[in-house]
């Protein structure tokens, strides 16, 4: 069965600092990863994800997150943090070979303070 | 991309009573999702709604209590039966095809309170 871990109930950072909102993941076979915020009183929205290719992905506002397949991890990460990206992260991976329905993580609050 | 628009956003329902949610694609997809976010938790995928067949159920819920119809490829409904207040959450309806490059796409939910 596939699942994800996101050991991280909540992230603190300044603005202008780097963040990172870990994840990791299990799964029998290869898998798709995909990082999504959602602000407070709205839908969630994607992020970036991983299919395959480039270990690193570049997604929306300046995000990005690597693959690491010997640690089975997909940690999302900025160089720079703004203020705006205070938010609900989540992580989902699916199963390739098992579905294409996403498993969530349990989510990791984000607050960058000014 | 796909927009989906999902009705109602919002409802207070009494203990025993049903809501029907709808959800709407503007593009014809291939598959379609029903996931449940309790209050300060994690999405949790109820089921794969099928054209012009059963929903497949995850472990921990039934089609009694959560029936799904997907009468096209643009639209499904999913049914809160027999309300409990432990049903409150917000209902999302997910949406995902090859011609959207695998990701899913999400209404922006219906927050549902049971008193």
């Known amino acids: 069965a596939q699942s994800v871990a996101q050991p991280e109930d909540q992230v603190n950072v300044a603005e202008g600092n780097p963040l990172t909102v870990k994840c990791t993941y299990s799964?029998?076979?290869?898998?798709?990863l995909f990082w999504y915020v959602q602000y407070p009183n709205r839908g969630l929205q994607f992020l970036l994800k991983y299919i395959t290719g480039d270990n690193l992905v570049k997604g929306s506002y300046g995000f990005e997150a690597e693959f690491n397949k010997s640690q089975t991890s997909f940690h999302l990460k900025k160089p720079s943090a703004l203020v705006s990206d205070s938010a609900l992260y989540f992580c989902a991976v699916r199963d390739i070979q098992a579905g294409t329905a996403l498993i969530f993580g349990k989510g990791t609050t984000l607050s960058v303070s000014s | 991309s796909a927009v989906i628009s999902q009705k109602p956003s919002r409802d207070i329902c009494q203990r025993g009573t049903s809501l029907t949610i709808q959800c709407q694609v503007d593009s014809q997809v291939t598959m379609m999702f029903w996931y449940r976010q309790q209050p300060g938790q994690s999405l949790t995928l109820i089921a794969t709604?099928?054209?012009?067949?059963?929903?497949?159920?995850e472990s921990g819920f039934v089609i009694d209590k959560f029936p799904i119809s997907r009468p096209n490829l643009t639209f499904s409904t999913l049914t809160v039966s027999n309300m409990s207040p432990e049903d409150s959450s917000i209902y999302l309806c997910?949406?995902?095809?090859?011609?959207?490059?695998?990701?899913?796409?999400f209404g922006s939910g219906t927050q549902l309170s049971v008193l």
């Open positions: 997910s949406v995902a095809s090859r011609d959207f490059n695998e990701k899913l796409f």
């Open positions: 709604a099928n054209q012009g067949s059963e929903a497949t159920y």
């Open positions: 799964v029998s076979g290869n898998p798709y």
